[in-house]
């Protein structure tokens, strides 16, 4: 947005310059938005700078995922979704509806899973066997409670995790055994797998994502 993007995630503590919020609750890691992306209502999207409403890391802009509220009639989806080449399996679905008969009580509970077993192919004897890999889950539950015309209290928890591989990296357009130059100087990248991105290989040892967080509001 505005030409600024979401750089800097490699690392740890690195954050974005367009702020994204999950119904208001900005998320630090931006890879939790993929799991968040369940029952929607909408997707907000400003474009920056928007730090006096939505604080640091909005330079850019900010993404605002809205979710679907309790209904006040029973409603029930389900959604399942499959591929092969590579291997993939998401589910979603949701259940909403009034909880006490006065219907002044309501809730929702979405769940949605993603599993995605990755285009790349490693090369290496140890590591994952696929990067570009996906294996996300997000549970979300809300109570809303209508006492009056003028009162609205809503209470949102929601869960995300996610435990995959990770990206995979290629190196392009620096012939092997040359040094590599940095901002912090040339570093030696002799003997280093640049991989194939057009075969989609690439040989890593290791590689691993285990990001989690909840939120409550």
């Given at each position: ?108 509970v979405s769940v949605v899973q993603n599993y995605n077993q990755g285009f790349t192919r490693n090369l ?94």
């Amino acid at each position: 947005i505005r030409g600024i993007g979401n750089g800097n995630l490699t690392q740890s503590g690195g954050e974005p310059g367009v702020a994204i919020s999950s119904d208001g609750v900005y998320l630090g890691q931006t890879a939790l938005a993929l799991t968040s992306l369940l029952d929607l209502n909408r997707v907000e999207i400003l474009r920056g700078p928007q730090g006096t409403l939505f604080g640091r890391n909005a330079t850019g802009g900010a993404v605002n995922l809205i979710p679907n509220l309790p209904t006040e009639h029973t409603a029930v989806g389900i959604e399942v979704t499959a591929g092969v080449d590579p291997t993939t399996v998401r589910t979603a679905g949701y259940l909403s509806g009034p909880i006490t008969s006065d219907g002044k009580l309501l809730g929702r509970v979405s769940v949605v899973q993603n599993y995605n077993q990755g285009f790349t192919r490693n090369l290496a004897s140890t590591g994952p066997r696929h990067l570009d890999s996906l294996n996300n889950i997000a549970v979300r539950a809300q109570l809303q409670w209508l006492p009056s015309d003028d009162l609205d209290m809503r209470l949102l928890v929601e869960h995300q995790k996610i435990d995959d591989s990770g990206v995979a990296t290629f190196m392009i357009g620096t012939p092997s055994g040359l040094l590599q130059p940095t901002p912090f100087g040339p570093i030696p990248i002799v003997g280093a797998d640049f991989g194939d991105p057009v075969a989609r290989e690439q040989g890593v040892t290791d590689g691993q994502r285990d990001i989690s967080a909840t939120t409550v509001n």
